[in-house]
């Protein structure tokens, strides 16, 4: 017996588009509303403080995935030089259990948070949305940006915001080669970053005694809130004024509030999943003038139909290593 062993560079040489991601990753959703996966809310362990290492196994019956993503972020591995996220990721034969492929999770990470900001946005941002805001210049910054880009087509100007203005002039920087057409512009501070944002996507590192920025009365009528960061960027008052609070996972959020560390302060009244949305069982956007929030924790679904569209593109390439099991 073999596996396939893929590092971060086989991974992203393997050039799977933004497109493409979010083609599976809303997939997946649409199969979760429609129960046909698997998935636990993930545990975790917490070797220091605001760190986390986290189990996240899934079944997604209809494409036949099945797997596990082991995966840390660490506030402190930047000023070390090291990835705030890293992780691996299994995924196993769903006809005999036996493990097929091991392979890098940082890009799959990054990748399919971005599609989530993108497929919220799908659902629930007005149509026609011109300005995005950005908290947090760092990786999962720019693949929400890559996946609003897919989903928002009327898009032509970004503000963004990060506690180092260095972070935010590279973000710009790089991001404006990718999207000439795109206005990028660094705000002095989040109160500037929000003003007349259609959506607005939070990407700061998770904090387990958060001091939010994003205040009631920020988020102006009919604009989308897209957090990735869990409460760390929005008080709970920001929260609870919004018409429509949704989750990617209404028994994830209600499992972890349990724990006691995260979520103290969301909204008692959830009103749907991204997977009810892609599945057609509840409306996403209704009124033109509501605000609307969406807590995207990152979920085990959209790491497998990533991962299988990275495997089975790598096998068509020839990509990886053959590794002995």
Known sequence: MEILYLSRQDVEGLEISMKEVIEVVDQGFRLKGLGKTEMPPKPGIHTRPHAFIHAMPAFVKEMEVAGLKWVSGYPSNPERGLPYITGLLILNATETGIPIAVMDCGWITAMRTGASA????????????????ILGCGVQA??????????????SRVQCYDLFPEASRRFIAEMGRMFPALQMEHSKNPDEMMEGADVVVTAIPIATEPKPPLRAGMLKE????????????WTGQA??????????????LLSTKEEGTYFGTVPENIYADL???????????????ERIFSMNMGIAVDDMVTAKLVYERAREKGAGVRLPL
């Open 239 to 252: 929260m609870k004024e919004c018409d429509k609070f949704v989750s990617d996972d209404i028994h994830q």
């Open 142 to 155: 720019r693949t929400s940006l890559r996946a609003l880009v897919e989903t928002l087509p009327g898009l």
């Open 222 to 233: 009919g604009g989308l809130a897209i957090s990735l960061d869990y409460d760390s960027a």
């Open 118 to 133: 993108g497929i919220s946005a799908k659902y629930l941002a007005r149509k026609e949305s011109r300005v995005a805001g």
């Open 275 to 289: 997977g009810d949305l892609a599945a057609g069982f509840k409306p996403g956007r209704e009124d033109p003038m």
